[in-house]
């Protein structure tokens, strides 16, 4: 069974940024399609970002033009490039490996601060 680990969170003040990984224990990312969510305090995990098996890529509007989704397939990892990150952004960053694997990381923090 694939495991995901996340990295990368941690404290940043406003209009800062951060890189957050995703690493598979198998190199499944060139295969099935791969999610970062997040989910902040009292609030219902939401997707953030998307890239496909063929490096097509989306982001939610909420982070459109400061957030961005990538893969190194030789590094089995998938990055979310954090800029200008706002108060509201402040959540547990997740890692989903799409269907049919269907796997999740456990999560990296991100706090936005002053």
């Known amino acids: 069974q694939v495991r995901l680990v996340e990295s990368g969170g941690g404290l940043v003040q406003p209009g800062g940024s951060l890189r957050l990984s995703c690493a598979a224990s198998v190199n499944l990312f060139s295969i099935y399609p791969v999610a970062w969510y997040r989910q902040a305090p009292g609030k219902q995990r939401e997707m953030v970002a998307t890239?496909?098996?063929?490096?097509?890529?989306n982001v939610a509007d909420s982070v459109k033009g400061r957030f961005a989704i990538s893969r190194d397939n030789a590094k089995n990892t998938v990055y979310l490039q954090l800029s200008s990150l706002k108060f509201e952004d402040t959540a547990v960053y997740y890692c989903?490996?799409?269907?049919?694997?269907?796997?999740w990381g456990q999560g990296t923090q991100v706090t936005v601060s002053s």
């Open positions: 989903y490996l799409g269907p049919p694997a269907g796997a």
């Open positions: 890239i496909t098996s063929a490096l097509s890529t």
